[in-house]
């Protein structure tokens, strides 16, 4: 025993180590976002690039994917694995700027256009796509005004690749108005950069001779500033010159560093308030107050007037939940694969709220790129050792004996089916050349931390639970199963699974306007402390709605629960997808194919993640509900 004790401990260091090795670009999830950086007077400042994006096909590009100016030498910055697994690509650009100095119609580069090029450019146009910057880590964002009268600015995300006229004519924005906002130290001629500005224009440049080194424009001068819309447009056909200049305003700002992100987390849908989402989750906890209420007042009154009786009197048969006592804790069929997704489940719930306690604490802002999705994975990875435990637990209280197939299938049904999925929208992404795609390498990356370090930890898990004393079953399992009786048709599966998952759904489904726009809308996600009010609320419905709907059933004399339990809970899955299908045809702009199968791919990987986690919920609710209850009675 001490030596496979020995073993166990070896395999999780291993599989620590393991992961360190590989995720060392990853571990910036551990820091609350980036340190703040002080700029002096004339330090070199260079826009990064980030990436092509459109909510109207939901593929990324990388900035080079068109004729833009290019440096000498593009050089990618680091990447951890949720970076590369959202398609950001993180490059260097030909934008320089002095800390605080302005400068005024400075040339990037001229590019002549390919036929092939200015195809591109169109199609880019077409779909509305934005282009993505980055400076000191700010995104670039774009002022607009609000249309409902209020003299506040808006922001949106990039700027706009370009523009088409009413006579289908094509337009690039080639000349960007960069304004940096910086708040300046008071005690030492220094500066921390609070925002970043951009406003694009097309302008057909002219000059009368193109020096490399030094053209002297004729549309602007140093003095004079390229005011939007005052010149000609810059049309995009093949053959055609594009010269790309660029103005940049240093301007200080009152804004403190820690705050400079606010201007981006304001760029939410104003449709939506949030009365509407605090009144919500008030009625769905008030219900389920009273559900609670109901439930343990009418249990506590049946199981005392059972118990007042004599154990010999025949009365005590005229109660339906009592009279199954004998075959409720009968092994369902396929229990093996029970035990496997309650294995997952909970492998998915110590992920997700491991994962709220770190954005919780700051450790996931949106400034540190890729955190929240690398911090998912790695935690999923982690979780394999509660995953195999809470598997082996389950299955050895159904007495089943090969324990090592049950610790396979707990480690690879459900991510060999999410990687499947994944895998043919991945191909179908690379089919259209998008950064998306993600990499051969990152692919490996991950194969070696499902079957490298979470098959392990499933094995040691799994292990250590089936070394553990069986769970006792509170009442004896008659040897013959007793006959169930005719239910009525509101208590039949399909309609009570069905059912059962509506108020799990009411609960987060207007949360999810918010995670779903977040995602497909390109705007930041930040407000986790609410998240966590939510998520905190759907566990207690999904473990309310379950007891009482299999109360119901177990009254009915039906001793079939278990499945039927996670399933309950389980089905509210389904509304998942439904309202991702209305959330599809009614915000979304989609027209490709492809952008559909990827959307309605990564909601199906979604909603069948939700299955799987609101299935265990309700599963182990109701698991400690019915011992509770038959663990009461006085039973010879």
């Known amino acids: 025993m001490e030596f496979h004790k020995r073993i166990a401990a070896n395999t999780v260091s291993i599989s620590f180590i393991l992961l360190l090795l590989l995720c060392d670009s990853s571990l910036a999830f551990y820091l609350p976002g980036v340190s703040p950086r002080d700029f002096q007077n004339g330090d070199e400042l260079q826009v990064k690039v980030n990436k092509l994006s459109s909510t109207k096909t939901q593929l990324p590009y990388v900035y080079y994917f068109l004729d833009y100016c290019k440096p000498s030498k593009i050089r990618n910055s680091a990447e951890n694995l949720g970076e590369v697994l959202r398609g950001d690509r993180i490059e260097n650009s030909v934008y320089l700027f002095k800390m605080r100095k302005d400068e005024t119609c400075k040339v990037a580069c001229r590019v002549k256009l390919s036929q092939k090029a200015a195809k591109r450019f169109k199609e880019k146009i077409d779909d509305e796509y934005r282009v993505n910057m980055i400076l000191d880590n700010l995104p670039a964002a774009v002022p607009r005004q609000r249309k409902d009268g209020n003299h506040d600015l808006t922001y949106e995300h990039g700027f706009r690749v370009g523009i088409k006229s009413k006579n289908k004519k094509y337009y690039i924005n080639n000349h960007l108005n960069f304004k940096v906002m910086y708040h300046k130290d008071l005690d030492a001629d220094e500066g921390r950069i609070v925002g970043f500005e951009v406003i694009p224009s097309s302008v057909k440049h002219e000059y009368t001779e193109w020096d490399d080194m030094n053209t002297k424009l004729t549309t602007c001068n140093t003095n004079l500033k390229i005011i939007p819309g005052s010149q000609t447009p810059q049309e995009i056909a093949p053959d055609t010159f594009i010269v790309f200049t660029y103005d940049v305003t240093f301007e200080p700002s009152d804004i403190k560093w820690a705050s400079r992100w606010d201007t981006y987390l304001l760029m939410s849908d104003d449709h939506i308030h949030w009365f509407s989402i605090i009144n919500s989750l008030m009625i769905v906890l008030f ?128 991510p060999a089916i999410v990687f499947f999925v994944f895998f043919v929208l991945n191909a179908l992404i690379w089919g259209e050349k998008s950064s998306g795609a993600v990499p051969f390498g990152t692919m490996f990356a991950l194969v070696f931390l499902w079957f490298g370090i979470s098959v392990p930890l499933v094995f040691v898990g799994s292990y250590i639970g089936f070394m553990k004393p069986a769970i006792e079953d509170p009442v004896k399992t ?154 009461s009675l006085k039973i010879d």
């Open 287 to 414: 219900l389920s107050a009273m559900v609670a209420m109901i439930m343990m007042r009418t249990l506590y009154r049946d199981i005392a007037n059972y118990n007042q009786l004599d154990p010999h009197d025949e009365a005590q048969e005229e109660s339906g939940w009592k009279l199954i006592h004998g075959d409720v804790f009968r092994p369902p069929a396929n229990y093996s694969l029970l035990c496997v997704y309650v294995g997952t489940g909970v492998q998915f719930l110590g992920m997700t709220v491991v994962t709220l306690i770190f954005a919780l604490l700051g450790f996931l802002s949106p400034s540190n790129r890729g955190g929240l999705m690398t911090a998912m994975v790695i935690l999923w990875v982690l979780m394999g050792l509660f995953a195999g435990y809470s598997s082996a637990r389950l299955y050895k209280m159904f007495k089943g004996i090969e324990w090592k197939k049950n610790t396979v299938n707990t480690a690879l049904v459900f």
């Open 478 to 631: 008659n040897k013959i199963s007793r006959q169930v009786p005719e239910q009525a048709w509101y208590m039949q599966s399909v309609f009570v699974i069905l059912v059962g998952g509506i108020l799990p759904f009411g609960a987060v489904f207007i949360e999810l306007f918010f995670i779903l726009t977040s995602i497909w809308l390109n705007q930041f996600y930040y407000i986790f402390g609410f998240l966590f009010i939510v998520f905190m609320i759907l566990l207690i419905t999904c473990a309310e709605i379950t007891i009482v709907l299999c109360y119901f059933q177990l009254c009915g004399e039906d001793h079939r629960w278990w499945w039927r339990a996670y399933l309950t809970a389980g089905s509210s899955a389904i509304y998942i997808f439904l309202y991702a299908a209305y959330y599809f045809f009614t915000k979304l702009e989609i027209t490709k194919v492809v952008s559909a199968v990827l959307y309605f791919g990564y909601m199906l990987i979604v909603s069948y993640a939700f299955f799987v986690l609101t299935g265990t919920i309700g599963f182990y609710s109701c698991l400690w509900f019915v011992r509770r209850i038959y663990s």
